[in-house]
């Protein structure tokens, strides 16, 4: 008898549905089968049991200038949870005078007694840190298998930096993740639309254009390429930068890209919305029209973009207003809230309008990020991973808003969508975390996971 058995659910995972009973024991999926029985049963008739989503791309409590995003690792990761997200990637940002592994601590001394899932996390490497790459293997033996490198901001890398990073990181085996824009272009896009008062949220996409972040995309493609080390593309929002991930793969990259749910669900219109409202959606790259975001879904449907994840990076109405009020768009700190909704989302505006099949929904959203980012035992439905499992009703309707969702910020990009599908129980480890919109689970029940690659 087992201790935990999820009775009369659909099960799905990337490559299968069907009818079973998952039997839970000592925090691990022990079996799948009919007719098990546990010391407690759940019974999901009617519902689809599924992996634990897997957001390989948060920012909680991430300063940024003189703001810091209003999710902390508590407020954050439990947010996730009820939205059936049970593993987060967040990141390290050494500061000039830290090592890799001082920062490493730093972080996790944050997150460690606060997370309520589990997390890893992306070590950043910017310009600062161009003398220390030989700590790179220490990041990567210490668990954190992944490499941020930046093409924009303070943290931007030129194209020697570049080079000279990816080859630290296939050194040791590691994953690049890049944030590829044109940054160069983009600051002088900013100076001439400020220079004839175009200063409004309207002109943050039009400084920041889709045929640039597509060659920055492919740039950093030929870089990696040239190095000979695989590499993942965060945040894709055009058909531009599509293209380019599309060709390299035909062409035998080991190049993967993803999108979020601010691209699939929105368009650049809902920065014309007057005064503070057309702030609040700001986030770079930028949300594009909607062809590009048709573009968006039928490459997640033909499998040339691999992975949906958030960039969740919340900041207060107040927040967003100082760039409204400094008349500059460019001040406006940029990130938007998606980390709860994201799973529901990607079921009710991808798989129920037939662009998706239930398979693709939880390997955009579960597998593939959990095997990208080195999450051994997550992302799957398989005897001896991690009983991380959410039980998913198909027939529920949930209007997103402040009141129904659980980040902590006080809009939502979203409100009023509704969204037919969403969890109802999340377990972590085995253990119901949330059930039928309550809350039962602690700070500090998540656990850092030391991500390595084979």
């Avoid at 409590?61 to 703001?67: K, V």
């Avoid at 990141?91 to 996790?108: K, W, Y």
């Avoid at 669900?265 to 014309?272: F, N, P, R, S, V």
Wanted: hydrophobic content about 40%.
């Amino acid at each position: 008898m087992y201790e935990l058995v999820i009775k009369n659910g659909t099960v799905v995972t990337a490559v299968a549905t069907y009818q079973a009973d998952i039997g839970i024991q000592a925090e691990k999926i022990a079996a799948i089968g009919t007719h098990l029985a546990g010391k407690r049963e759940i019974d999901a008739a009617g519902k689809l049991v599924i992996p634990g989503a897997v957001d390989i791309h948060v920012h909680l409590q991430m300063p940024i200038g003189n703001f810091v995003s209003s999710d902390d690792f508590y407020s954050g990761t439990r947010a996730a949870a009820f939205g059936g997200t049970t593993s987060i990637v967040d990141f390290v940002e050494p500061h000039a005078t830290e090592s890799l592994l001082q920062a490493l601590a730093a972080r996790r001394a944050e997150a460690d007694s606060r997370v309520v899932i589990d997390y890893g996390l992306h070590m950043t490497i910017g310009p600062e840190q161009m003398d220390i790459l030989d700590q790179v293997s220490a990041a990567y033996a210490a668990g954190c298998g992944s490499f941020k490198l930046y093409m924009a901001y303070g943290l931007r890398l030129t194209d020697d930096q570049l080079y000279r990073a990816l080859q630290a990181i296939r050194d040791v085996n590691g994953l690049p993740v890049v944030h590829a824009e044109n940054w160069d272009m983009i600051c002088q896009l900013i100076a001439d639309n400020l220079a004839v008062s175009r200063t409004s949220p309207h002109w943050h996409p039009r400084s920041r254009p889709a045929r640039m972040e597509g060659e920055a995309v492919g740039r950093v493609i030929d870089i990696a390429t040239q190095v000979g080390t695989r590499i993942h593309i965060f945040h894709v929002t055009c058909a531009e930068a599509v293209q380019r991930i599309k060709k390299a793969r035909q062409m035998g990259a080991a190049v993967t890209g993803e999108t979020c749910p601010q691209y699939l669900l929105q368009t650049w219109d809902a920065y014309d919305q007057p005064g503070v409202e057309g702030a609040l959606p700001v986030c770079a790259p930028p949300i594009r029209d909607e062809d590009q975001q048709n573009a968006l879904w039928q490459a997640l449907a033909r499998g040339d973009l691999q992975v949906v994840t958030t960039d969740h990076c919340p900041f207060t109405r107040a927040d967003k207003e100082t760039g409204i009020l400094a008349n500059d768009f460019s001040q406006i700190p940029g990130g938007v809230p998606s980390i709860e909704s994201r799973y529901a989302a990607v079921y009710a505006f991808g798989v129920r309008s037939g662009l998706l099949t239930l398979n693709q929904w939880v390997e955009l959203c579960a597998t593939t990020p959990a095997r990208l980012a080195g999450f051994a035992s997550k992302g799957d439905i398989i005897p001896g991973y991690d009983a991380d499992l959410v039980i998913f009703d198909p027939q529920k309707t949930v209007t997103l808003s402040t009141d129904t969702l659980h980040e902590n910020v006080d809009w939502t990009l979203y409100a009023g969508l509704e969204v037919q599908g969403w969890p109802t129980t999340t377990l972590s480890h085995g253990k119901v975390i949330v059930n039928d919109g309550q809350f039962l689970g602690a700070a500090g029940n998540g656990r850092f996971v030391p991500r390595f690659f084979n």
